[in-house]
């Protein structure tokens, strides 16, 4: 089944130590998301690809940062985890730069900062 | 800006009852309206979607229309399940961006 994969699905990091979250999709989208979303909150968007293209939010902090070396996946870094980083991450993909479309998750990663 | 405002939770139901959950919205374009259900420990999913006014979007029981007039997309089901109990949240796109509301958790019991 065509799906939106995340690995791990749980990572523990320590206090400032630099940590990589992955997402890889079967679907061929185009546009890939990573939210984050703490504790009974909604997703936050922190970014997204269109192709290539990098969308940062207005308030993402530098702390956190995404590579898209091809269609299928794409990586959040987060330089130096901070107690506040802890959060369910989020990935998602959409076909399209589109309104119309609904984008697709995937399960999440869990991070944990000691 | 855009936003999106759902009411407050939790909500909990006894098996079979009928639900209803509020959602309104603000928005500067044309958006479309969306339900995103959240299971424990799981990621979101597409629920039901409506893309335009006075459409129905609809999925396992669940329907919400979205109404122009009155910025709503409150979502319904007639016959809750124990296995409905999750997060719901309700969202919008006017460009390819989602905004979500805070979403709202509902429990169902036996």
């Known amino acids: 089944d065509a799906m939106v994969i995340q690995n791990p699905r749980y990572q523990v990091t320590q206090f400032g130590k630099p940590v990589t979250l992955s997402c890889s999709q079967t679907l061929n989208h185009n546009v890939m998301y990573w939210y984050q979303q703490k504790s009974s909150q909604a997703p936050k968007l922190l970014f997204h690809y269109y192709d290539k293209d990098f969308n940062n939010e207005a308030d993402t902090p530098d702390n956190f940062q995404s590579r898209r070396p091809n269609t299928s996946f794409c990586f959040l870094d987060i330089r130096s985890p901070g107690l506040g980083d802890a959060a369910m991450y989020l990935c998602?993909?959409?076909?399209?730069?589109?309104?119309?479309?609904?984008?697709?998750f995937g399960p999440g990663t869990r991070l944990t900062v000691l | 800006g855009d936003s999106v405002t759902q009411m407050e939770g939790p909500v909990t139901l006894s098996e079979e009852a009928f639900l209803t959950i509020n959602c309104t919205y603000t928005a500067t374009g044309y958006p479309s309206l969306f339900w995103y259900v959240q299971y424990p420990g799981e990621g979101l999913q597409l629920l039901l979607k409506?893309?335009?006014?006075?459409d129905k979007g609809s999925n396992k029981g669940f329907e919400a229309t979205y109404r122009k007039e009155t910025t709503s997309f409150h979502l319904e089901k007639g016959s809750v399940q124990v296995s409905d109990s999750a997060v719901y949240f309700c969202a919008l796109s006017v460009s390819s961006k989602l905004t979500f509301g805070k979403g709202i958790t509902l429990s169902v019991r036996p």
């Open positions: 409506a893309t335009k006014a006075d």
């Open positions: 998602a993909t959409n076909r399209q730069a589109s309104s119309y479309n609904e984008q697709f």
